[in-house]
């Protein structure tokens, strides 16, 4: 059974800090890992996704490493704003069906 | 960009009452998907639907939910006698793909409140 842990659950850091969050699962069977942004009360916005295949991917401040064999993800947000205080989710796709399994999530808070 | 749109954002119901929510998938996805995330908690997989079944569904799909999609662009989720327990937030997927290679796309959700 795939397990999916985040890690750390809530960080508080100031302004213009660089922030790494980190994703580990259990199967390192995976399609790909996607992570996702939600603010409170709202849904899911898909920031970046990584094919089993890649290393990473990058997306203006943001970028995802992935090391399969290890089964960790991490998430890089590079001099954070007051905008990126969200919850960061990570999710990989079951193996052999397609359904997600994902983590609690990292709750960022960035300090003006 | 493309987007999964769901409706409406919040629904109080009354215990016993029945509920659908409401969803329209991106136009050339072709699997969908239903997720949930009690308030503090995961979100977790309830249902997939491709080709006008259910493909997989979880545990905590039981007999009082059941998915449709009605006509060519809504898929829909209904919960025939809602509990307690059934307050959270629902939300509606799509993918291209059976593996998802391109990723899944979720709607931003339904507040599902049971009184």
């Known amino acids: 059974k795939q397990e999916v842990t985040q890690i750390p659950a809530a960080l508080s850091v100031p302004e213009g800090e660089n922030l790494v969050l980190n994703c580990s699962f259990t199967?390192?069977?995976?399609?790909?890992l996607q992570w996702f942004r939600q603010d409170p009360g709202k849904g899911l916005t898909s920031l970046l996704l990584i094919q089993s295949s890649q290393r990473e991917q990058t997306s203006g401040r943001l970028n995802a490493s992935l090391d399969k064999s290890s089964g960790r993800s991490t998430l890089y947000i590079a001099a954070s704003q007051p905008g990126d205080s969200a919850t960061y989710l990570c999710?990989?796709?079951?193996?052999?069906?397609?359904?997600?399994?994902f983590g609690k999530g990292n709750q960022v808070v960035v300090i003006p | 960009e493309p987007e999964v749109t769901q409706t409406p954002s919040h629904q109080v119901t009354q215990m016993g009452q029945e509920v659908i929510l409401r969803c329209v998938p991106i136009s050339n996805h072709l699997y969908f998907y239903w997720y949930r995330q009690i308030l503090g908690q995961k979100v977790e997989f309830l249902v997939s639907f491709y080709n006008n079944e259910i493909s997989e569904k979880s545990e905590i799909f039981d007999d009082q939910f059941s998915v449709e999609r009605p006509d060519g662009s809504n898929f829909t989720l209904k919960i025939r006698s809602t509990k307690l327990e059934d307050s959270a937030m629902y939300f509606c997927?799509?993918?291209?793909?059976?593996?998802?290679?391109?990723?899944?796309?979720f709607g931003s959700g339904t507040r599902l409140t049971v009184v």
């Open positions: 999710a990989v796709p079951l193996g052999g069906n397609n359904r997600l399994a």
């Open positions: 997927a799509s993918s291209e793909v059976f593996t998802g290679v391109d990723g899944y796309t």
């Open positions: 199967d390192s069977a995976i399609y790909n």
